[in-house]
């Protein structure tokens, strides 16, 4: 009712406004595709003109008889019919469902049709490759989250050098967590470090969701050696010149020079030897070679000199065996 009055209070004019009756049916529809934090629910309304609507939607909640004051979500047009997408649904969980529309004489609802969560399954962790180092492994992989719309808590790798299923935090295992994000069913890799070199572990990647721990199958893997394996492979004497042969596998990649020492005194000739022993010594980038170095031997009749190749990887030398050469001047 509209109400006008003059200056000195005197009633004027008096109108009345009613709306309409509406004819209008709500319709709930159907609930589908339910996972474990959304679905997809239907409406449908029956009215003569659907411009008098103010807005329509679905209304949801853990109580049997949802309202607009419960939880909405609200079509993106008014029409007669509709779908909305629900989410941030907590898994496992039954809620209730109800298609509305709101027009300027109330509210209408559909009836109320339940659908219940998926529960979130344990994470399926899988292995895809692995790489061995001296003193570390990697591994990568790939997690299934199992529908937890939160995620994982966490996930990494674990190794034990004596337990064949190692598990999170246990006294005979080494954790290591991941920190950086992953995503679901995509590949990463994650590394266990301080290991020790040329050593057996027993090797499981894990995550954790809100269903717990799950760890992928067992990979048995070996650490390897921390020290390249070289061999003293012999000499050809040239007379005026001497030609050493030698060998050598980096397992590191961090050889940078290689040589020969050789001596009259020193049977077992090291490269810090202060007198008494000739280092030959070239800078290198090749990690896996036979290699020859020819040198002229100052050498002194009826004398046995001792020789053995080396390599210096990682700022460390690592020697072959010490062979014989005895030069004769009669040769």
Same mark, same amino acid.
Request: include cysteine; proline fraction near 2%; glycine fraction near 6%.
């Given at each position: 009712?509209?109400?006008?009055?003059?200056?000195?209070?005197?009633?004027?004019?008096?109108?009345?406004?009613?709306?309409?009756?509406?004819?209008?049916?709500?319709?709930?529809?159907?609930?589908?595709?339910?996972?474990?934090?959304?679905?997809?629910?239907?409406?449908?309304?029956?009215?003569?003109?659907?411009?008098?609507?103010?807005?329509?939607?679905?209304?949801?909640?853990?109580?049997?008889?949802?309202?607009?004051?419960?939880?909405?979500?609200?079509?993106?047009?008014?029409?007669?019919?509709?779908?909305?997408?629900?989410?941030?649904?907590?898994?496992?969980?039954?809620?209730?469902?109800?298609?509305?529309?709101?027009?300027?004489? @109330?509210?209408?609802? &559909?009836? #109320?049709?339940? =659908?219940?969560?998926? /529960?979130?399954?344990?994470? +399926?962790? *899988?292995?895809? %490759?692995?790489?061995?180092?001296?003193?570390?492994?990697?591994?990568?992989?790939?997690?299934?989250?199992? @529908?937890?719309?939160? &995620?994982? #808590?966490?996930? =990494?790798?674990?190794? /034990?050098?004596?337990?064949? +299923?190692? *598990?999170?935090? %246990?006294?005979?295992?080494?954790?290591?967590?991941?920190?950086?994000?992953?995503?679901?069913?995509?590949?990463?890799?994650?590394?266990?470090?301080?290991?020790?070199?040329?050593?057996?572990?027993?090797?499981?990647?894990?995550? *954790?969701?809100?269903?717990?721990?799950?760890?992928?199958?067992?990979?048995?893997?070996?650490?390897?050696?921390?020290?390249?394996?070289?061999?003293?492979?012999?000499?050809?004497?040239?007379?005026?010149?001497?030609?050493?042969?030698?060998?050598? *596998?980096?397992?590191?990649?961090?050889?940078?020079?290689?040589?020969?020492?050789?001596?009259?005194?020193?049977?077992?000739?090291?490269?810090?030897?202060?007198?008494?022993?000739?280092?030959?010594?070239?800078?290198?980038?090749?990690?896996?070679?036979?290699?020859?170095?020819?040198?002229?031997?100052?050498?002194?009749?009826?004398?046995?000199?001792?020789?053995?190749?080396?390599?210096?990887?990682?700022?460390?030398?690592?020697?072959?065996?010490?062979?014989?050469?005895?030069?004769?001047?009669?040769?």
């Amino acid at each position: 009712m509209l109400s006008v009055t003059n200056e000195k209070g005197n009633l004027m004019l008096t109108t009345i406004e009613k709306f309409p009756s509406i004819n209008i049916s709500v319709e709930t529809n159907a609930v589908s595709n339910i996972t474990q934090s959304t679905a997809t629910c239907y409406g449908a309304i029956d009215v003569d003109d659907v411009s008098i609507l103010d807005s329509s939607g679905i209304c949801y909640d853990i109580s049997a008889v949802p309202t607009v004051d419960s939880y909405v979500v609200y079509t993106s047009d008014v029409s007669d019919s509709f779908l909305v997408n629900v989410v941030n649904l907590t898994p496992n969980t039954t809620y209730y469902f109800r298609a509305f529309a709101k027009t300027p004489v @109330g509210t209408f609802y &559909g009836d #109320s049709i339940s =659908g219940q969560t998926l /529960s979130v399954n344990l994470p +399926t962790v *899988t292995n895809i %490759e692995s790489y061995e180092y001296a003193y570390s492994i990697s591994v990568s992989g790939s997690i299934d989250f199992g @529908g937890d719309p939160n &995620g994982l #808590s966490n996930y =990494g790798i674990v190794v /034990s050098e004596t337990n064949n +299923t190692p *598990t999170i935090n %246990e006294v005979d295992c080494i954790t290591t967590f991941g920190n950086a994000s992953i995503d679901n069913n995509v590949q990463f890799s994650i590394e266990a470090s301080a290991l020790q070199a040329n050593t057996q572990y027993y090797v499981r990647l894990f995550a *954790t969701n809100s269903s717990g721990t799950s760890h992928s199958t067992t990979l048995v893997l070996s650490t390897i050696l921390d020290e390249a394996l070289i061999s003293t492979d012999g000499y050809q004497d040239y007379y005026d010149t001497l030609g050493l042969y030698g060998s050598y *596998t980096s397992f590191t990649q961090g050889v940078t020079s290689r040589g020969f020492l050789i001596s009259d005194i020193n049977t077992t000739p090291l490269i810090d030897d202060i007198s008494g022993t000739t280092i030959i010594q070239e800078n290198t980038t090749e990690q896996d070679a036979r290699f020859t170095i020819t040198t002229t031997l100052d050498a002194e009749s009826d004398t046995t000199y001792y020789y053995r190749a080396f390599v210096i990887e990682n700022g460390n030398a690592f020697y072959g065996d010490v062979l014989e050469y005895y030069y004769d001047i009669q040769e």
